[in-house]
């Protein structure tokens, strides 16, 4: 029977007392045909193994390779090493699988580059990069749904598969059981999508939001927490063409109190990691401090990652209008000098450049912009006072940029239905939405956070390929 082993992160905190135990795990590293290093998965630290001289015969010692799989049966004593507080005095080593040493392709030696573990992100979970990164991701997402269910929030599951555009930017995967060389085709050439599955065109999710909006119009507030996915053609490293998105959507809200439970949200989940995630933290925050080393001093990060959660807990989000945003830009040493590549004036969307200098440079803290130009934004946005703005939301935080978007919603039907007509989208397609506008509208509020962003700012890594599993992003869907 399998299931008396006792995991190693309980080992590691049980008192030695000779007691039997029984480890199972993957073999990290081997010396002296005498002492084994073995790690689970449930912390980053190993447990040592020491199997007297003679235990294992010559063909045992040769399967003992990295990554090879073992079941050892001994008893937990005091180590005699340092560097740990328990050992496990082998009587019985099994080996489970073996592991090639010479096709194993991880070899943990010299370190490898995060790149290269991409291309066998498969294995890549067995280094203590990313232990530490999955074991945090896990945390947060299991602190979501605390966080809201706490809150008395409904968890909704919104539909993966939808036939409308939510956020109304075009760049959706199209789902068909059409054929795709020869398409049943209407007398104008186009294709005749009402003989496809659902009779219509349909695609992915880009966002739960408008569903989402239907139900907290009978629970309040409700939130979701899957995949959406963008056909858009960012190759940077903070895009990816499937991600998982947190969308909370609350009646009786306006922008003021989205904003309160944005920032609450943010440092409760950052807390969250602080308190159940300590090593892994402090794991992540010494491989930065590393990483950073190798940087000229003017690229090195003011604060360690442990020091910069903690100050993002201790400090009130900046809160600016994207009108004073834009003034703070144009004044900047940094626009006078040129220095930025894209154009700033009131009515430019910022560019990942803009966002990074209010943070990073100006506020040096997370900053939430408000009050966006009505054309740079959805179609759902409540219209403020003076025509030209929307009670829009972003949050902008250090390393990452924009990690919220959000916005109170356009609750007023003749509003809504004129701004629709203005950006072309199909108000007929829509009647489920206005629904909810003719019977019993509310003042209602919502926002989205973006999870592997929110999984980059915590772990610090800077690249989103590497706080997924199998990251899907341009030309790439690989596993
Ligand atoms: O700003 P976005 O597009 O907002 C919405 O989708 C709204 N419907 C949310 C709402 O109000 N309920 O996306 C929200 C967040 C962004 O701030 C960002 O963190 C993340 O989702 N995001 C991405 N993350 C990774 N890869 C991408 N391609 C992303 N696009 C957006
Ligand atoms: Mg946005």
């Known amino acids: 029977m399998f299931n008396k082993r006792v995991k190693i992160k309980e080992l590691l905190a049980t008192e030695p007392s000779g007691q039997e135990v029984i480890v199972m795990g993957w073999v990290r590293s081997f010396r002296n045909n005498q002492f084994i290093s073995v790690n689970d998965g449930s912390t980053n630290n190993n447990i040592q193994i020491v199997a007297e001289l003679g235990l294992l015969d010559e063909e045992t010692i040769k399967r003992i390779t990295t990554s090879a799989s073992v079941k050892i049966t001994g008893t937990l004593i005091p180590s005699q090493g ?3 507080k328990v050992e496990v005095k082998a009587s019985v080593v099994e080996i489970l699988g073996d592991s090639d040493p010479e096709k194993y392709p991880l070899q943990l030696k010299n370190r490898p580059s995060l790149e290269f573990l991409r291309e066998i992100a498969h294995l890549r979970f067995r280094t203590n990069t990313f232990g530490a990164v999955f074991r945090i991701r896990h945390s947060l997402a299991y602190a979501i749904h605390k966080f809201y269910h706490e809150k008395g929030f409904v968890y ?32 104008d050439g186009s294709v005749n999508y009402k003989e496809d599955f659902f009779g219509r065109s349909t695609n992915l999710t880009v966002s739960g939001q408008l569903e989402g909006e239907l139900a907290a119009m009978a629970f309040s507030e409700i939130y979701t927490f899957g995949p959406t996915f963008r056909a858009e053609n960012s190759n940077t490293a903070r895009h990816l063409a499937e991600f998982w998105m947190i969308e909370p959507e609350m009646a009786f809200y ?3 109190d989205n904003m309160n439970l944005a920032e609450e949200f943010i440092k409760y989940l950052i807390r969250f990691a ?7 933290l402090e794991f992540l925050a010494q491989r930065l401090a590393e990483e950073e080393k190798q940087l000229p001093q003017d690229k090195r990060s003011e604060m360690g990652l442990i020091e910069k959660l903690e100050f993002v807990l201790n400090n009130n989000f900046e809160r600016i209008t994207y009108t004073e945003a834009i003034d703070i830009l144009l004044n900047s040493p940094a626009y006078k000098k040129k220095k930025f590549q894209y154009e700033v004036k009131w009515g430019v969307d910022m560019q990942s450049e803009h966002e990074r200098y209010l943070v990073e440079k100006h506020f040096k803290k997370p900053v939430i912009v408000t009050n966006y130009p009505k054309d740079i934004k959805s179609f759902y946005m409540r219209e403020n006072e003076d025509g030209k703005t929307v009670a829009a939301m972003d949050i902008l935080a250090p390393g990452i940029g924009e990690i919220v978007g959000g916005s109170q919603r356009e609750e007023r039907l003749d509003k809504l239905l004129k701004r ?11 009647w489920w939405f206005l629904d909810t506008r003719r019977f019993g509208t509310v003042p209602h509020s919502g926002f989205g956070l973006g999870f592997e962003r929110m999984v980059l700012f915590v772990t610090g890594m800077t690249n989103i390929r590497d706080v997924i599993a199998f990251p899907r992003t341009p030309k790439s869907a690989e596993f």
Do not use: W, Y
């Open 82 to 84: 340092k560097g740990q």
């Open 156 to 187: 909704m599951h919104t539909p993966i598969i939808t036939a409308s555009d939510a956020e109304g930017a075009g760049e959706m995967f199209r789902v068909t059981t059409l054929s795709p060389d020869n398409p049943p085709k209407n007398d």
């Open 254 to 256: 306006d922008l003021e």
């Open 274 to 280: 602080m308190d159940n995630n300590r090593e892994d």
């Open 420 to 430: 629709m007509e203005e950006m072309h989208i199909p108000a007929e397609e829509m």
